[in-house]
């Protein structure tokens, strides 16, 4: 994300001025960015602990729902910064498999559709 230039800072310092829950609901925002970007575990707990605590006490309703599934997570959720897998690329390639077997409904036989399936991974087809 592109940080603000000066002018534009000065803009949304005025429209922050004008509401207090707009205010308040643009610190959440800030407070969540901060938890999110967090390299350690530790810290990322304690962030988030004090990110739901400001839901609670500022009661703006827009963040109800998102509080109440970050609380209900959070043990899954601070395991994300404890190991740095993640199954986004095998996630991916099952998508890309899933379209692809919608997409070939007129193949005849499987053996065609391995070959698509090969075909589409980037893998060399095998002479089998």
Request: net charge neutral; hydrophobic share 45%.
């Amino acid at each position: 994300m592109k940080p603000l230039s000066d002018e534009d800072k000065a803009a949304a310092d005025v429209m922050l001025n004008f509401s207090e829950k707009l205010y308040q609901a643009y610190a959440l925002k800030e407070l969540f960015f901060e938890f999110v970007d967090t390299k350690s575990s530790f810290a990322a707990a304690e962030l988030l602990s004090k990110w739901l605590d400001a839901c609670d006490r500022l009661l703006i309703p827009e963040f109800k729902h998102c509080s109440r599934m970050l609380r209900n997570w959070k043990p899954y959720i601070l395991n994300a910064f404890e190991c740095l897998y993640s199954d986004g690329f095998i996630e991916g390639c099952n998508n890309g498999f899933q379209t692809l077997k919608r997409v070939a409904f007129g193949f005849r036989n499987f053996h065609n559709f391995r070959a698509r399936v090969l075909l589409a991974a980037n893998h060399p087809y095998p002479n089998i």
